[in-house]
Every structure is written in structure tokens, then in C-alpha cells.
């Protein structure tokens, strides 16, 4: 039987279509960072397109700032920037909005934590594919960082692997070395030493400091390769001159007790200012140890005070707790 429309159903259709049509696309409100369609933001009434200046705080509508000169561009990108993120939230978005690979892999954060936008997983993950498939690393590690986790995502180590492998094959050391650590632990694949040194090593050429430290924990201990101690305390002093703040702590660990090479606590105490410098709370709280005791410096309480003042200040809790004893 042929189908046929009558002139009212032919009415409705176009009617639909016509609707279809008036339908405005949705903007970023660049005061509350919220979608919104129309000329006026519908969650804080700030009409649309109008920007404050990240310098001056003037708002302006053209393209740059009518008191100070600033480009909207510019103060938009310095805004998302911001280490205050409700502050940030609206360039971001903005920016993300615009298709810019950074900032969709920023506005994953916010959907992720539900931090100043409603918390949503699936536009976390659509907004790191997203930035992942235009070419930028980093949206790929956290996706799969994610699906590691299995926090925010179910835990999925299958998808895991394959986003930092994606993420490998455009770069990032940091997906090298997480591709290395799998087959460490054989997390989601067999457990494969020589596979995750391969790995480890890519990841260290591509200027990972902190993969010779996983490098040299394989040597240590006879895993892909044979147990060579000495040649570990290389690897890990590669790491530390290369500037790993992780392996600095240890190497000055090393040397003020003795473990991997002779002790040597002056050498130690040289480390851990390295690692501190870098910001390594452990080290700054052995720092304010060894002012402590006396061990590979001269004792004072000043100075053990300073350290444990530093390393408090860097997160680390028991610091906080001796250094309010100390005082
Ligand atoms: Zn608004
Ligand atoms: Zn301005």
C-alpha cells in the first residue's frame, strides 16, 4: 500500500521543522559559567557574550577590555588558568565550549568532582574524548586514570590500558609509564617484567625522570633483568639528577643510613636538600630529623623547628604534630 500525508500531517511536519529551526543554540554564561540559550543568561540574568576583565574587572561586550586594553582572549585564557577553580569555572567552560582541548580536559574536573556544574560522569568522559581525539595526551591519561581507579567510572582496567596505550602512542611518557606499571602488576594483563622495563625505559626517554626510579626497583630486585644492586643505586641516581624529587628523597635516604651504598650522611643531607627544594615533604620533615639529632649536621633546634614548619606547610601531617610538640 503507498503512503500517503495529507495537507495536515504535510502542515505539521514543516511546523516541526520550523520549530526545529527557531531552537537557539545553547552559550557559556561567562559570569556563573552555567549553559544558557536567549540574549540573557537564564541562571543569573548577565546578558549574553559580556565578559569581565580578568585585570580591571570591567565588563565589556567587544573584544577588548574599553579600561585597560586587555584582549577577551587573553584575559579568558589567564581566567581558566586560575588555581581558584569556581573563579576559573567560567573560562574554562567557555573555552571548553569553543572546542579547546586543554579546557574540555579542565571542565572533566569540575563534571567529575560536581564542582560549581552538577557532577556528571558521562560528561566527564565525553568531555576527555573529546579532548582526546582532537590530539591531546593528557584528556586520554586522565580518562584512563579514571577507569584505573574506579571511582568516578566503574573500574574498568580493559579501557584503562587502552586509553593510556592511545594516549602512549601520541607521546605522553606518563602513559608509558602507567602501560609499565601494568604489566608490573599485571593489572588487567599477565604480569610481564621485561615488557614493563621496555615501557618504563620509553618513558624515561621521553624525559620521565621518575621512570628510572621504576627502572631501578626492577634491577633491585631481579625483576626482567638479573638483581644488581649497584646498578639499581645508578638508576636511582639518574632519576635524582634528572630531577625526580621522589628519588632525591630516596637517594639522601640511602646515604643517611647506609642501605644501598656506604653510609655517607653528609652526601644524604645534599639529597635531601635537592628533594626539598623540589618539594618533597618527606625530605623537608628527615631535614628537621637530622637538625634534630645531629646527624650529618651540626644540631639545632632552630633549624629542625624551620624544617618541620616546611614540611608541615607541604602536607606532611606528622611534621604538624612535632613541630606543635617541639615548640
Ligand atoms: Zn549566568
Ligand atoms: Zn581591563
Given amino acids: 500500500m503507498k503512503k500517503a500525508f495529507c495537507l495536515f500531517c504535510i502542515l505539521l511536519l514543516l511546523g516541526t521543522a520550523a520549530q526545529a529551526d527557531v531552537v537557539e543554540d545553547t552559550w557559556v554564561c561567562l559570569k556563573c559559567g552555567m549553559e544558557s540559550s536567549g540574549n540573557a543568561c537564564v541562571t543569573c540574568n548577565e546578558p549574553r557574550g559580556v565578559w569581565a576583565c580578568v585585570d580591571c574587572g570591567t565588563r565589556n561586550l567587544s573584544g577588548v577590555c574599553s579600561n585597560c586594553g586587555k584582549e577577551k582572549k587573553a584575559s579568558l585564557t589567564q581566567q581558566a588558568e586560575d588555581s581558584r577553580m569556581l573563579f576559573a569555572l567560567p573560562a574554562v567552560h567557555y573555552l571548553a565550549a569553543e572546542g579547546d582541548a586543554v579546557n574540555l580536559t579542565r571542565l572533566a574536573r569540575y563534571y567529575e568532582k560536581g564542582l560549581g556544574l552538577p557532577q556528571d560522569a558521562q560528561k ?7 579532548a582526546g581525539e582532537s590530539g591531546y595526551a593528557p584528556a586520554y591519561v586522565y580518562l584512563a586514570r579514571l577507569y584505573d581507579a574506579g571511582i568516578t567510572l566503574e573500574q574498568n582496567y580493559t579501557l584503562a590500558f587502552e586509553y593510556y596505550r592511545k594516549a602512549s602512542e601520541m607521546g605522553s611518557a606518563e602513559a608509558f609509564w602507567y602501560l609499565g606499571s601494568f604489566y608490573e602488576e599485571g593489572t588487567g594483563v599477565q604480569r610481564d617484567y621485561e615488557l614493563a622495563r621496555d615501557y618504563y625505559l620509553k618513558a624515561a626517554e621521553l624525559g620521565d625522570a621518575d621512570a ?4 631501578a626497583y626492577l634491577c633491585l630486585h631481579g625483576k626482567g633483568m638479573d638483581a644488581d644492586p649497584a646498578k639499581a643505586m645508578e638508576y636511582y641516581e639518574k632519576a635524582a639528577s634528572l630531577g ?3 628519588a632525591c628523597d630516596y637517594v ?14 653528609a652526601k644524604g643531607i645534599e639529597w635531601y636538600r635537592k628533594a626539598a627544594e623540589l618539594g618533597n615533604a618527606r625530605s623537608m620533615y628527615a631535614l628537621g630529623y637530622a637538625y634534630q639529632s645531629g646527624q650529618g649536621v651540626e644540631a639545632s633546634l632552630e633549624e629542625a623547628l624551620r624544617w618541620y614548619e616546611k614540611a608541615a606547610l607541604a602536607g606532611h601531617s606528622n611534621a604538624l604534630l612535632v613541630w606543635e610538640a617541639l615548640r
Avoid at 628510572?212 to 627502572?215: G, K, N, Q, T, V
Avoid at 639522601?252 to 650522611?265: E, F, H
Fill in 124 to 130: 566527564t568522559v565525553s568531555c576527555l574524548r573529546t
Fill in 212 to 215: 628510572w626510579m621504576s627502572i
Fill in 244 to 246: 625526580s624529587a621522589l
Fill in 252 to 265: 639522601g635516604y640511602v646515604y643517611m643510613n647506609g642501605t644501598l651504598a656506604p653510609q655517607d650522611p
